[in-house]
Structure formats: structure tokens, C-alpha cells
């Protein structure tokens, strides 16, 4: 292939650009224009009002954990400053919308609103060198390309799930997870609270909750149905000052925090704590012997009835839907709940609810003959509007996964599509708001390549494939469209036990999940995501995240399919 000269110097220009300008989601509007602003130790800030002041000391504290210094804050200043000013009116449909330039004498910053300011942060952040940083350190000089930008995210609903129930995080973790949001300019934190394996929220009422829910004997060993038990505890719950504490430090982000409350399957850990809540009370939790821990086969025969599972999977013991105790319980649970959580979203889960025990329980079937419902699906659908019907009344709207659509979704209820898009399909054309969260492209509890190195749940989603997704259905009729809000990826843990495998199975595919959600769908091209990504690995490195460098190896590629 032959190469002329101005072809030459047009690929030498781009390759430059792409080494100095890689920013990630790739904003709306890009200009890079010659030359550079220098920042050192005489350079100021400028910010007026505490919105500003708090986006302005957060890049502070940037450049001096990552630097080695930081600058002064000013009312004002004619050149070498950085500014950051939000605009005192908001527009519908401006919320994160922000323009920054960068000229030889100052960096500014102006959001539509707060979030705004705090995102055109970010993306100045972005700009800050990673190469060579021991030489920057000692002469205290960071020079940044000269742009301007003017950008604004494509969905409103932006999110990461993170499930502390099959193993906990401790709150320093949590928050470094929602840093890693904040960065990539993502605005929903899903905190999965509540499983079968253990219960995470200090709900003051029923402190068994966590005295007993919390608290697991013992974990299989390897990938289901496990190679035995390792006999080792676990254990862990938030208190509620501890919640109000990450709520904040969310809120300071910018990240909205929804709760997530499982019922009525996945409920194993609270009926450990309180049996009454099953349909069976005296029948002693399922656990198969090759996976239970010593000291559960002791406590069950010393009397013990119900236990927090040890394995992985779906439980026949799920919560009584035929007694009204069932439901004064979870109403006094989410009544401290919603107290805790600011956010208008309460998620409910009614996922993988079995409905083995309902078929055989006679006060649930009691139920269905009074209500006149023809099956235990019909039975689902009247404990979730009950539900939501009780949280509606609390100013409070109801997400849960897809299955809350078998029997009839309840009125208000917003459906986050897990099991494909189908669910979410369904939902849109009946005009109820979906979050896409399909297992195809964004479960992050997959490998990312096919050289397995360490156990996971198995599938096989690579940075790729996640950055080929496009939340807006083809299927969906345009008028239905709007009711995307946007999609998130869901981080389970059964075979995360630890936070770096965490970050390892969450890194580098966050990026590419911001991009999809942020930029424009017009926008999006892997072959230059590809060449920023290089740039952001190395982000990663001065961020100390264990990424998984999955990428590197050629088993790991596919093509992503348009």
C-alpha cells in the first residue's frame, strides 16, 4: 500500500491528537485546537458558590493525590486559572450538560447545572498527563491540550450494580466504587442489599436481620455446584449511619443511590432470621450435603431450622405470599429503608421467585381462591402491586427485574430487563419506563476471555461485545423509544470474594459501558474507542485499578457486532 506525503502527515496529525486528547465516554462536541495551558503550583481556581467550589476542590485533591500539588482558590484572576461556574438556570433536558475550553491562558468550565460542572471536571481531569510522571512531579508542570468541548449524555439513566449480599465490601470499597462511576460519568448506584446468602442493611426493628441474616457458616468451593465447603464464616452488614455516610459521599458525585430490597424469592437470609416469614416454618432449609458447612449439618441437628444458604442458585423457601405478617414485615423494613434512601427508586427484585412452597402452602392458596387468581404467577403480580402499592403511597417508584411482568405488572412499576431485551420490549410498549440490563452484553460477572483465568459464573463478555450494545431496541416502535431510560451493568459476586477481583471483572468494560451511555449512538467506533482505550489503561494504572488485561490477549477478541 502506498502512502502519499499528505496522507502521511494527516495520519501524523491524528496520531498526535489521539496521544493528547483520549478522553472517554468521547464527548458530544470535540475541538482540538494548537497548543497547550500549563498547569503548576501558581495556577488558581476560581469558584463562586459551594456547587462549584466542591467540583473545584475535588480536582484539587486530584491533582494532589496523583501530582503531588495543589492550587490556590480565588474570586478572580485574568490568566493561569481554571474556572468553574454553573449556569443559575436549568433547562429541561440539560441535566449534565457542560462546555469546557482550554486556551493558553485559563481552563473554564460552565455547567447547565451542578452535575454538569462536576462532569466537565472529569473530562478535564482527562486531559491531565499519564506519561512521564515522575518527571512532571519534580518540575510541577502539566501541560494539557487546548479544546474545547461542549458535551451533554445521550440517557439519563447511567448505572452499576454492585451485590453485596453474596459477599460483602466494607464501605471504604463502596466508595471507591462509586468513584469509578463518578469518573466515567456514570449517575446510578444499584446496591443489591439483600440475598440468600446474606443480609447487608442494619434495619433497626428487626435486628436479627443482621445478628443472624447477616452471617453465612460457609461458602462452596469453586464454580457451582462447588467442589464442598470451606468452613469459613462470612459475614457483614452496613449500619444505617454507615448508608446515610456512602449516600453522601454518592450525592457529592452526583451518583443516586437505589436500594435494592429482594422479594419475595431470594429471601433465605431473612427467613433464617425470622422462619415465621416462610410458608413453612418448621422445615429445615434445602441444602444439598456435599455443599453445607460442618457447622451447619451441627446446628441443624442440635435444632436449628432455617440457615442463610452457603451455595449459589434459587431457593424453593421464599416469603409467604398468604400471610399479611409477611407483609407487615417487609412494609416496616422498607418504611427504614426509605428514610435511609433519598432516591425516588425503591427496587424490589422479584427475580427467580419459585413457587414450589406456594403450591403446596395453604394459606397462599387461601389467597388465590378469596382473590380469585387463576395461578401463583397471577399470586406474584398481587404481592408486587401490594408492594408497590405501599411504596407508591410513601412517594416511592418501584423497579424490578423482568420477571414482574409474569401475571401483570403493577401500575407503576419500571422494569429492568435482565433475561435479553424482551422483558423490556414487553414493558416500553405498554408505556412503563425500562432500564436495559441484558446478560448478553453487560453482566460483568462473565469472563472476558476465553482463557479463563480465575472462576466466574461462566459467558463470555468482552469489552467488545459490551461496547457493540445498543440499549434502544431495533424491535421497538419510535413512539415507545423515549421509554428507554438508559441501560446499567449488573457486577454479581458469587465468585468475587475479594475487591480486586472486583475491579479486575469490572475494568476496562466500565469505559466502554460509559461511552454507550453517554456519547451519541452516531458517534460510537471501536476502532477509535480503541485507540483512547490505550491511553485510559494507562489512567487505570496511575489510578492503581486492578483491570483485567484481558484485552492484551488475542483469544480474548470478537469483533463487535453493528
Avoid at 281 to 286: E, G, I, Q, R
Avoid at 502 to 524: G, T
Wanted: proline fraction near 5%; hydrophobic fraction near 35%.
Amino acid at each position: 500500500m502506498k502512502i502519499t506525503l499528505p496522507a502521511l502527515l494527516l495520519l501524523i496529525g491524528i496520531t498526535v491528537n489521539a496521544q493528547q486528547v483520549n478522553i472517554i465516554p468521547q464527548p458530544q462536541q470535540l475541538q482540538v485546537k494548537k497548543g497547550s495551558f500549563i498547569i503548576t503550583p501558581t495556577t488558581v481556581l476560581i469558584a463562586k458558590d459551594e456547587g462549584d467550589k466542591a467540583s473545584a476542590s475535588f480536582f484539587n485533591q486530584h491533582l494532589k493525590t496523583y501530582y503531588g500539588f495543589e492550587l490556590k482558590t480565588v474570586a478572580s484572576a485574568s490568566r493561569n486559572y481554571i474556572r468553574f461556574s454553573t449556569k443559575k438556570m436549568i433547562k429541561a433536558g440539560t441535566e449534565g450538560k457542560y462546555d469546557l475550553n482550554v486556551s493558553a491562558k485559563a481552563a473554564e468550565i460552565s455547567g447547565d447545572t451542578y452535575s454538569g460542572t462536576f462532569y466537565g471536571m472529569q473530562t478535564l481531569i482527562q486531559l491531565l498527563p499519564v506519561e512521564n510522571l515522575s518527571s512532571l512531579s519534580s518540575k510541577k508542570q502539566l501541560s494539557i491540550q487546548q479544546v474545547t468541548v461542549s458535551d451533554a449524555p445521550r440517557f439519563e439513566y447511567r448505572g452499576m450494580h454492585l451485590d453485596v449480599g453474596r459477599h460483602f465490601f466494607p464501605v471504604s470499597f463502596v466508595k471507591r466504587y462509586i468513584d469509578f462511576l463518578a469518573y466515567h460519568k456514570f449517575n446510578v448506584f444499584h446496591w443489591h442489599l439483600t440475598e440468600d446468602q446474606g443480609w447487608r442493611i442494619e434495619i433497626k426493628q428487626y435486628p436479627l436481620l443482621t445478628s443472624i441474616g447477616s452471617k453465612r457458616n460457609g461458602t462452596i468451593i469453586g464454580r457451582y455446584p462447588g467442589k464442598g465447603n470451606d468452613n469459613t464464616p462470612h459475614e457483614g452488614f452496613y449500619t444505617q449511619d454507615e448508608i446515610k455516610e456512602v449516600i453522601q459521599y454518592a450525592k457529592d458525585r452526583f451518583v443516586e443511590v437505589i436500594p435494592e430490597i429482594e422479594l419475595p424469592g431470594h429471601s433465605s437470609a431473612a427467613i433464617s432470621a425470622y422462619p415465621w416469614l416462610s410458608c413453612f416454618p418448621n422445615k429445615t432449609t434445602a441444602i444439598p450435603l456435599n455443599m453445607v458447612s460442618l457447622k451447619s449439618v451441627q446446628e441443624v441437628q442440635q435444632g436449628k431450622i432455617k440457615l442463610v444458604q452457603e451455595t449459589w442458585g434459587v431457593f424453593d423457601d421464599v416469603f409467604c405470599a398468604g400471610k399479611d405478617e409477611t407483609f407487615t414485615f417487609l412494609e416496616n423494613v422498607l418504611n427504614e429503608v426509605i428514610a435511609l434512601f433519598p432516591s425516588k427508586y425503591v427496587h424490589i427484585g422479584g427475580d427467580e421467585c419459585p413457587k414450589t412452597h406456594w403450591k403446596i402452602c395453604p394459606a397462599c392458596q387461601k389467597r388465590m381462591k378469596d382473590l380469585g387468581l387463576k395461578d401463583e404467577h397471577e399470586l406474584q403480580s398481587y404481592f408486587i402491586q401490594r408492594i408497590e402499592k405501599y411504596l407508591n403511597a410513601k412517594g416511592k417508584t418501584i423497579i424490578g427485574w423482568d420477571e414482574i411482568l409474569e401475571g401483570g405488572l403493577a401500575p407503576n412499576a419500571q422494569v429492568m430487563s435482565w433475561r435479553g431485551e424482551a422483558g423490556g420490549i414487553a414493558a416500553a410498549k405498554e408505556n412503563h419506563y425500562v432500564i436495559m440490563t441484558p446478560g448478553s452484553h453487560v453482566y460483568f460477572d462473565h469472563k472476558q476471555t476465553s482463557r479463563e483465568d480465575s472462576v466466574t459464573i461462566g459467558g463470555f463478555t468482552t469489552i467488545q461485545k459490551v461496547y457493540s450494545y445498543e440499549p434502544v431496541p431495533k424491535e421497538l416502535p419510535e413512539l415507545q423509544t423515549k421509554f428507554v431510560r438508559g441501560a446499567q451493568a449488573n457486577v454479581w459476586t458469587e465468585y468475587m470474594d475479594n475487591t480486586n477481583k472486583v475491579e479486575y471483572m469490572v475494568f476496562p468494560r466500565i469505559a466502554a459501558l460509559s461511552e454507550v451511555l453517554w456519547s451519541s449512538k452516531e458517534q460510537r467506533n471501536w476502532g477509535d474507542f480503541e485507540k483512547r482505550l490505550q491511553t485510559e489503561f494507562k489512567r487505570y494504572d496511575l489510578l492503581k485499578i486492578n483491570y483485567s488485561k484481558a484485552y492484551f490477549d488475542p483469544k480474548s477478541t470478537e469483533e463487535p457486532k453493528r
